[in-house]
């Protein structure tokens, strides 16, 4: 079975950066459809990037323009380059693959049959 972990997540300023990463233990070729999501407590998981092997990359409205997700099927990885942090985008970052999906799809959360264990990302203010 596909094992997905995440890293990268850590404690950062309001207004910094902060990369993530997604390692899969298969080809990512065959993880057609894989997405990033996030969830903060007491609140419900949302989508926040998703990249199929074709077409462009999808982005929550609250994250477009500041976070960047890219797939490198040669390394097994997707990353989730996260800029000008908001307190709003602490949350558990997880990475989440299916096989394939509908390109509009991307971001709904049972649209993915893998799932990592996560990693925390914290913003100070």
């Known amino acids: 079975e596909v094992q997905l972990v995440e890293s990268g997540g850590g404690l950062v300023q309001s207004g910094g950066s902060l990369n993530l990463t997604c390692s899969a233990s298969?080809?990512?070729?065959?993880?057609?459809?894989m997405a990033w999501f996030r969830q903060a407590p007491g609140k419900e998981r949302e989508g926040v990037a998703g990249v199929a092997q074709r077409g462009p990359p999808i982005y929550a409205s609250s994250v477009k323009g500041r976070f960047t997700i890219s797939r490198d099927n040669a390394k097994n990885t997707i990353h989730l380059q996260m800029r000008d942090l908001k307190p709003d985008d602490a949350a558990m970052y997880y990475c989440?693959?299916?096989?394939?999906?509908?390109?509009?799809?991307?971001?709904?959360?049972?649209?993915?049959?893998?799932w990592g264990q996560g990693t925390q990302v914290a913003i100070s203010s």
């Open positions: 298969q080809y990512t070729y065959n993880l057609g459809c």
């Open positions: 989440a693959a299916t096989t394939s999906c509908a390109w509009d799809l991307l971001l709904v959360d049972y649209t993915h049959t893998l």
